[in-house]
């Protein structure tokens, strides 16, 4: 049984700050090392339940966060510039995914929520509904008809997720209180949860008890921008239609082609957030 974990790290027990979240210095290897733990007991929850192949697709910042001598048997894809970001390496050859660390939307009380570019970003929602990354990462689950079983993060990502993976396992292992701060667990009972909560998913999974990624076909991706040109540039995408100001609305029957123009639309608009 295969696995494919997409691991973020504004989620973990314990992160509430940026500089917990971006290197270098010491509170970033804290960050990096609190993220660690939590993506290997969420392996080791998996195995417990039958898992026998993982990968991990780091996909936090520049992509390079996790020491790969310490994520026990599991392969890890890391690196800049990936095609499918967030969702790199992922087929239907995977029989689950797993959706670590994440957080909440830009615009949400979720901590250091953002929605891909938060110097870009001011929201997107997903068939008329608000969704963060993981709703968004949902389209490439959907194309390759793999199931999102387990989502780990605070109460607001889970919130959020759950009109997209209404069968999932969420596991809140901190509660926050506004963007920049959160009552976490002690880490060692997150851990504890997250491996438990991966366990269980995996065992729901091979029950037949989580489904595909609940997202209508053709789906739209409304994409709201910090300024207009950002959606003026974006306009001429395959798809693409101009629903504001700031706005541009994406539809296609395809969800991996549409995953992938809003990544387009993402790495466009980095060329203006310094503007």
Not at 199 to 208: D, F, H, L, T, Y
Not at 241 to 263: C, H, K, M, Q, Y
């Amino acid at each position: 049984m295969r696995l494919f974990v997409s691991s973020d790290m504004e989620g973990s027990a314990g992160i509430v700050d940026w500089s917990q979240c971006r290197g270098p210095g010491p509170a970033y290897e804290e960050g990096c090392e609190l993220l660690r733990r939590e993506v290997v007991s969420a392996i080791g929850g998996a195995q417990a339940a039958g898992v026998t192949d993982v990968l991990v697709n780091d996909s936090h910042g520049v992509m390079a966060n996790l020491p790969p001598d310490r994520l026990g048997a599991a392969s890890y894809c890391s690196g800049r510039h990936k095609p499918f970001y967030m969702m790199e390496r992922l087929d239907s050859s995977f029989h689950a995914v797993f959706f670590v660390s994440y957080h909440g939307s830009m615009g949400s009380n979720g901590v250091l929520s953002h929605t891909y570019n938060p110097r870009a970003v001011s929201e997107v929602r997903l068939n008329g509904t608000v969704t963060g990354e993981s709703g968004i990462n949902g389209l490439v689950a959907l194309g390759h008809n793999v199931p999102v079983a387990l989502i780990t993060g605070d109460q607001v990502t889970i919130e959020e997720a759950r009109p997209f993976f209404p069968d999932l396992v969420g596991v809140t292992v901190k509660q926050a209180v506004t963007r920049f701060s959160a009552e976490s667990l002690p880490p060692g009972e997150a851990r504890s949860a997250i491996h438990e909560g991966a366990r269980k998913a995996i065992e729901r999974v091979r029950a037949g008890e989580i489904g595909l990624p609940r997202i209508e076909l053709p789906a739209t991706l409304e994409v709201s921008f910090l300024t207009a040109d950002m959606a003026e540039l974006c306009e001429p995408l395959r798809g693409a239609e101009r629903a504001g100001s700031r706005t541009i609305a994406l539809t296609d029957n395809d969800p991996v082609r549409l995953f992938r123009t809003f990544t387009t639309a993402i790495a466009l608009t980095r060329s203006l957030v310094d503007l």
